[in-house]
């Protein structure tokens, strides 16, 4: 919320003297009024900050002959006199009430609205001489306008006695300004400092404590004026402003105030200007208890000057709101301030009510899918905790609706999920492997995303912080989300560092991607900070004014090179061993400049955080390291198990660390402050040692058993091929028998079978003579019929109902039997490297469901068993098998999408022998989403292909329907690229 003093210099549309005109001592009068009872008002101070604003601007504009509407502007007064006479107010004032006032005309506005203050003129005054030229004018003008502001803020109180008001000799003769700029001040010589830069603490106390009770000039000409402006401070009015307008005064003593004293009336225009447009910063006085206790504070999101970057976002967010899809990235080096500004865009979003959702890649942790789940998980626990939500009583119908069933898959993904939905789902039953995990969860997150957009009003924001660290995977299921919304409502924003993006990157392949399917794209680089850039920040942080901070400014700037992290890292270190400190006796923050300079701080950002954690006690750089072992942030649950579980001393120690701005401590996490803090904590562990901290204890057979065929399963998922082998190999190494070996044998099938189908069928069939099924790799004609035959007449005697309400299967040898079987069967494969051993495999599959149990492998055998004994002439025998395929898929207890796309593709076929082909045409509908839920791209594919180039052709739809359904096909057939 903009503050309400705020304010700009008002320039009048229409000329000065057209305005209602009051000279400032009534005007002063009338304030005071109101000021003696509401005291020093925040609305007294803006107006009376544009009054000195615009007398300001007048002086430093004296030279100029002619104003461009060619009036020429009035002379003023002779500089080292009181000018106060000279000036009159400017009033805005309503077009009714505007009285033609010429020059120097008293008007008398009501007391209501004399702060509608336009700003102020010098004007004539007979009581005055006055002069339009003076060589070596400007210290002497400094001053004079110095005791206006010192009357105009004190509503008219004189600082100086008249006769103290020029710089005069001992004999009270005009003296040369010149000369009097070369006079020392008198003052004992132990207190008096001839050096031009800034004073030492003890030094400013002891000048302070030589000042007289009141104010003078001391014997040789030199005006002194601490009394006056400290009762300034006890009125009421800002530091800022006092401090400025002492340093107005001073300036006629030369180097009296050091660099601080005013040298030129342009200086002073800036620093009103700042006064007026942030009076939080330069006006408000500063909380020193908080200081006293704290020390320095930093706002991780201050600007730093960045706006340009920050409206490049804002334009293309405005243009995803009209419908477009858009990715923007943000590129910069380390500490450049890429998540700032991502933070600052977030804010926009959120207040215009926008939803922005944001994960982080860690680069000490396994860089997986985890940062998109951790971005949609944080979205559903905000979301799960607004009492009576509309938004999410809205999300978990339409969630429960799209996906059905599969919404447990998806809560096992994100948890939080499921506290949005009240856990009201149930868990599907199912033995069958996901033929792709990844083909799943990009369908599961991308019917998410689909939800989440739809059910709101402005584009969703999914923001992915330090991509550089990403993989294949997840750019992968960034390509599918890029692919699933490009009709728009999806804003994704990424950041990377891009010195540390190599050409083969995965990353690269989503800009090609998001120009592909129509994504507007936007790059924001990131650069450091110019000089004035730091100037401004350190301004803001120390609530100074941007002169008055120049000198250590320069020296962060010359330290830091200008990156932003490093700056405030390295002031937050300069308070801390009180090289930067707070002056109770200035009232301010203050440091010598000397000791900054001799200061040794290291060159690089890395070195520094380094350096950083040498000088911290042994157990806060301990509990560092274990927090940098959990990554870039950890649950404070967490911590504090493994404090009481390891005996640990950590909680204490990450406190400190809190306190030194190295951690921060938000929604119940340990945060480290920037990705390099975590990478030196991490770095000080001795490299022996680090295996012990990520696994401090062993583990008994069994589970190290499980943790390795999931180990596998994770490798085989995301196509890490050459761990999966590894992790293969050495459970067979270890494995104490062959059922143990089970697990890895059918991964190593399914790895198999993505490269070299015979290798994947032999490798199954060698597991299945482990298991006591042994089936011939080949088989005649004759051979096959009589099986078939064998098989039917055992059907014969056994009712649909009966399979239906046939047990399940529990045995696990048996089971994992089936997978082997089922696997075998799918897709075409088999059919091309050995079709005489199709058939076996099929009835194999099916005596094992008669005799053993249902499992959801047995619709797969029934489905290509209806198909085979079609083919061979018994249609209605097909017909009825196929029936009880799709009806085992829907069975409530182990109804799951693994094989029901693969099921409804395979009976399908032969049900179009019997069924309308519209039927035919809404199984293959279902069989493609089914089959996209469960990971099964090939047969979502092939339930595609059928759909478009057979059925509906054959139905006779328009041919424009035709042509949007084959849009959908291409869009499922980009989606197994």
């Known amino acids: 919320m903009k503050d309400r003093r705020q304010t700009e210099t008002l320039t009048p549309s229409r000329h000065w003297w057209d305005m209602t005109t009051t000279p400032i001592r009534q005007w002063m009068a009338k304030a005071l009024q109101v000021q003696s009872t509401n005291g020093t008002s925040p609305e007294f101070i803006a107006a009376a900050l544009r009054i000195a604003l615009s007398l300001t601007e007048h002086v430093a504009n004296h030279n100029v002959e002619a104003s461009e509407d060619g009036v020429l502007p009035p002379s003023f007064p002779v500089s080292c006199i009181d000018w106060t006479d000279s000036v009159v107010v400017v009033l805005n004032a309503s077009d009714d009430d505007v009285l033609l006032n010429l020059p120097g005309c008293e008007t008398e506005p009501g007391v209501d609205g004399h702060l509608n203050v336009a700003g102020a003129k010098f004007v004539h005054n007979d009581h005055n001489s006055y002069q339009t030229t003076m060589p070596n004018q400007e210290l002497q003008r400094i001053y004079s306008l110095g005791l206006v502001f010192y009357q105009l803020f004190s509503l008219g109180q004189v600082p100086l006695t008249p006769e103290l008001l020029v710089v005069s000799s001992p004999n009270g003769e005009l003296d040369n300004f010149s000369r009097a700029l070369n006079v020392s001040d008198d003052r004992d010589d132990e207190h008096n400092t001839k050096s031009p830069t800034r004073k030492s603490e003890s030094s400013a106390m002891k000048r302070q404590s030589s000042v007289s009770s009141r104010s003078r000039i001391s014997s040789r000409g030199i005006v002194r004026c601490d009394e006056p402006i400290e009762l300034l401070r006890i009125q009421g009015v800002p530091s800022s402003i006092c401090d400025l307008i002492r340093n107005m005064i001073d300036c006629i003593n030369g180097s009296l105030m050091g660099n601080e004293s005013y040298s030129k009336i342009s200086d002073i225009t800036p620093d009103l200007q700042l006064m007026l447009q942030k009076p939080s910063i330069y006006l408000d006085p500063l909380d020193k208890e908080q200081i006293i206790q704290v020390g320095l504070e930093l706002d991780e999101n201050m600007p730093f000057g960045r706006d340009e970057e920050l409206a490049t976002l804002q334009s293309a967010y405005q243009r995803s709101i009209t419908g477009s899809s858009e990715l923007a990235v943000i590129t910069g080096l380390s500490g450049s301030g890429k998540t700032m500004i991502a933070n600052r865009f977030r804010d926009f979003v959120t207040a215009s009510g926008g939803l922005f959702v944001s994960g982080k890649f860690d680069q000490m942790v396994g860089s997986n899918s985890s940062p998109v789940i951790s971005a949609f998980n944080t979205y559903c626990e905000a979301l799960a905790k607004e009492e009576n939500s509309v938004q999410a009583a809205l999300v978990a119908f339409n969630i429960g609706a799209t996906l059905g069933k599969d919404v447990y898959y998806l809560t096992r993904m994100i948890p939080n999920l499921g506290h949005v939905l009240n856990d009201d789902f149930d868990e599907p039953f199912s033995y069958q492997e996901c033929k792709d995990v990844q083909a799943r969860i990009h369908h599961l997150l991308s019917r998410f995303v689909d939800v989440i957009c739809d059910c709101s009003e402005k584009p969703m924001v999914l923001f ?379 009835i194999t599959l099916i005596h094992l469901t008669i005799d053993h149990g249902v499992s959801p492998m047995s619709a797969i055998g029934f489905a290509y068993y209806g198909g085979m004994i079609a083919y061979l002439g018994d249609l209605r025998g097909g017909y009825r098998f196929t029936k009880l395929a799709k009806a085992l898929i829907n069975k409530s207890q182990y109804n799951a999408n693994e094989n029901a796309g693969e099921v409804l593709w395979v009976t399908s076929d032969t049900l179009t022998y019997v069924e309308p082909i519209q039927s035919i045409i809404e199984y293959r509908k279902e069989g493609i989403q089914r089959a996209l839920a469960g990971g099964d791209i090939q047969s979502a594919c092939a339930n595609t292909s059928l759909m478009v180039n057979t059925d509906l052709l054959w139905s006779g739809v328009p041919l424009n329907h035709l042509k949007e359904a084959s849009a959908s096909a291409q869009q499922v057939s980009l989606w197994n690229m």
């Open 464 to 842: 992915l912080d330090d991509l550089q660290w990403s993989n294949s995977e997840t750019i992968s299921i960034i390509n599918h989300l890029l692919k699933s919304r490009r009709d728009g409502k999806l804003f994704f924003l990424g950041s990377y560092r891009d010195d540390e993006l190599g050409i083969e990157h995965p990353l690269w392949s989503i800009m090609t991607s998001a120009k592909n399917h129509g994504f507007m794209t936007t790059s924001v680089k990131v650069v450091y900070l110019t000089k004035k850039v730091v100037n401004q920040f350190v301004s803001d942080l120390l609530h100074l004014l941007p002169r008055l901070v120049a000198s250590l400014s320069d020296i962060v700037f010359h330290k830091s090179k200008g990156n932003p992290l490093f700056i405030s890292r390295m002031l937050l270190s300069l308070n801390r061993k009180g090289l930067l400190y707070f002056s109770l006796t200035r009232n301010r923050w203050d440091w010598d400049e000397e000791k900054l300079l001799s200061e040794k701080i290291p060159d690089d950002v890395a070195m520094f955080f380094v350096a950083t954690l040498d000088t911290l006690d042994a157990d806060v750089k301990q509990a560092l390291s274990t927090l940098s072992c959990f990554g870039n942030s950890v649950e404070c649950e967490v911590i504090h198990v493994i404090e009481a579980d390891l005996g640990l001393n950590l909680i204490k120690p990450l406190d400190d660390a809190i306190h030194v701005g190295l951690l921060d401590k938000m929604n119940g996490k340990y945060h480290f402050g920037h990705d390099r803090i975590q990478e030196a904590a991490y770095a000080i562990i001795f490299e022996p040692e680090i295996c012990l901290h990520h696994l401090n204890y062993g583990t008994e057979y069994e589970l190290s058993l499980e943790l390795y065929n999931h180990a596998a399963k994770c490798a085989l998922v995301i196509k890490d091929l050459e761990s999966q082998k590894m992790l293969c190999l050495a459970v067979a190494k270890y494995a104490r028998n062959h059922y143990d070996m089970l697990d890895t044998n059918f991964i190593t099938m399914l790895q198999l079978a993505r490269t070299n189908v015979m290798l994947s069928i032999e490798h199954g069939l060698d597991m299945l003579r482990h298991l006591g099924i042994d089936i011939p790799e080949s088989s005649s004609r004759e051979e096959t019929l009589q099986h078939i035959a064998h098989l039917g007449t055992k059907l014969d005697t056994i009712s649909d109902e009966m399979l239906l309400d046939c047990h399940i299967l529990t045995d696990y040898k048996i089971n994992m039997a089936t997978k082997v079987l089922a696997n075998i069967c799918n897709g075409s494969g088999i059919n091309q490297c050995n079709p005489s051993l199709f058939p076996l495999v099929v």
